[in-house]
């Protein structure tokens, strides 16, 4: 999720409060992941083991190693920075073109570049989908078959405009993707976290105050691999079932938004949601 408005967390992405990066940040993993700027150029290290987490190219083989982006905004910009600290490749794109894109492909480094949308889609070994949900049909099909999708959309009426099989509650906005990518395999995810929580909160494996982030799609396998990438990022992960059940996390539910968040009513104090909390927040939900 991009920035909330401070009226209620459903809102779309608004202006609120300083800079992610003003606080220090205990301990050396994080003093590296909380976006340190480079003595020289004012930029953040995104270089691979500058977080602590070894370079996919050593151990994954001839796994993933390359990230596609349909979308760089607050959310993709923020997985992208902690994919490549994570030591992916990422392709960038968005509906401006690759030139608007510049700023962030020199912050990100020589392991990041800017393509068209079917140029990150085509390069993606893995894909994350991070558009407003409105523009979902413009997501090109073909060179996403047999692909892990990420799919980090929310459905906000007022920037979106009225589905009514959502409002009915008779599908989800991922199912509607989907149904859009016949072929793919889409994994719900990133959705009910604010972008600056989700970079702060990033944390190795096996540490005391790791969060968990609740996936939902319809191929297990899908969600192994959507897992496993997650897990490389700094997150620990909460099988929500289906995309039918991604409900459980959308706007306006208690997975949704302030469980990372210190104070409700303050979006710039995160906190820490292990899994537990997660799944006991996953299980509050109701329509």
Known sequence: MGRPRRRRPRSRPGTVGPPAHRRPTPGAWRQAAGGRRQAAGGRRDCRPGRWGIASPRTELGTGMTTVGLIGSGHIGGTVARLAVAAGYDVVLSNSRGPETLKDLVEELGPQARAATVREAAEAGDLVVVTIPLKAYRDVPVEPLAGKLVLDT???????D??????????????ELLQRHLPQSRVVKVFNNIFFKHLHELARPTGADDRSALPIAGDDAG????????????????????????????QPDTPAYGTIY???????????????????AALAEATR
Do not use: Q
């Open 161 to 174: 405009g009225r589905f009514p099989e959502l409002d009915s509650g008779s599908t989800t906005s991922s």
């Open 261 to 279: 968040s210190a104070d409700p009513a303050n979006w710039e104090r995160e906190a820490p949601a292990d899994a537990a909390r997660v799944r």
């Open 222 to 249: 899908a969600k192994a691999e959507a897992t496993a990438f997650l897990d490389r990022i700094g997150y620990d992960t909460v099988d929500a079932g289906t995309l039918a059940e991604s409900w459980r996390f």
């Open 153 to 159: 959309n929310n459905y906000y009426p007022e920037r």
